[in-house]
């Protein structure tokens, strides 16, 4: 059983609206990643953070992306104006760091109709 | 550039069969590998990894996989499959200077007939 938890496990927004996403890693991870899974399976990988700080992130230059791990509250993925291409699946894991392997939460998926 | 290669994109077995999935990677150095399994609605979860030393692994529910430099491998094995083990199936390599971001291959999605 998977100890990321992520919410919403599905959400439906149409064109335009705002999505948010949520995740709480397992209990001691510092580092968080966010990656998309498309329909065709392949995985695009969006950011990561170490406790509060980013580590590495797309180029995300459209802007409508945007992610935070704030102290003491959940990590989040936000997309500000969705678009029918962002409906994937939304992965989020964490990890001891380093080289140490991810753990991964079940996923929120989200439909833009 | 880095990359991870899954040739076999849907495999069948029949039950009770042995099973080989394959995966080829891309990578200079000596690459940490994993093997996730992913089951419908679920997220991923880890069946055996790779980072030194023998090249065989053992993992969880009887699967194995063997490292091979020479041939920039590392495929999946088990003996003798069940029908719980229907799922896609993700080979992902690390870097050790990436903070542990993973680059996944394509996903074999394999059936397993009764």
């Known amino acids: 059983n998977s100890k990321v938890i992520q919410t919403p496990r599905y959400l439906v927004k149409g064109q335009g609206q705002k999505a948010k996403m949520r995740c709480i890693p397992e209990?001691?991870?510092?580092?968080v990643f966010w990656y998309q899974q498309n329909k065709n399976n392949e995985f695009k990988f969006l950011i990561n953070?170490?406790?509060?700080?980013?580590?590495?992130q797309i180029d995300m230059t459209e802007k409508r992306f945007s992610a935070e791990c704030p102290s003491n509250s959940p990590c989040s993925l936000e997309i500000q104006s969705s678009e029918a291409g962002d409906s994937a699946l939304y992965l989020c894991?964490?990890?001891?760091?380093?080289?140490?392997?991810?753990?991964f939460g079940e996923g929120s998926k989200l439909t833009v109709l | 550039a880095q990359s991870v290669t899954q040739p076999d994109a849907r495999v069948t077995v029949s039950e009770g069969a042995s099973l080989q999935l394959r995966c080829k990677y891309s990578y200079s150095a000596t690459p940490y590998l994993f093997w996730y399994v992913q089951y419908p609605r679920q997220g991923l979860q880890l069946l055996l990894k790779?980072?030194?030393?023998?090249?065989v692994v053992q993992g969880v529910n009887s699967f194995e996989a063997e490292f091979s430099k020479s041939n920039s491998s590392f495929h999946l094995q088990k003996a003798s499959v069940h029908w719980s083990d229907s799922a896609v199936y993700f080979c992902a390599l690390s870097m050790h200077y990436n903070q542990g971001k993973l680059i996944f291959g394509q996903g074999t999605k394999l059936s397993i007939k009764p």
């Open positions: 953070f170490q406790n509060q700080e980013v580590l590495q």
């Open positions: 209990k001691g991870h510092p580092v």
């Open positions: 790779y980072y030194s030393g023998d090249p």
């Open positions: 894991a964490s990890s001891l760091g380093g080289t140490g392997q991810l753990y």
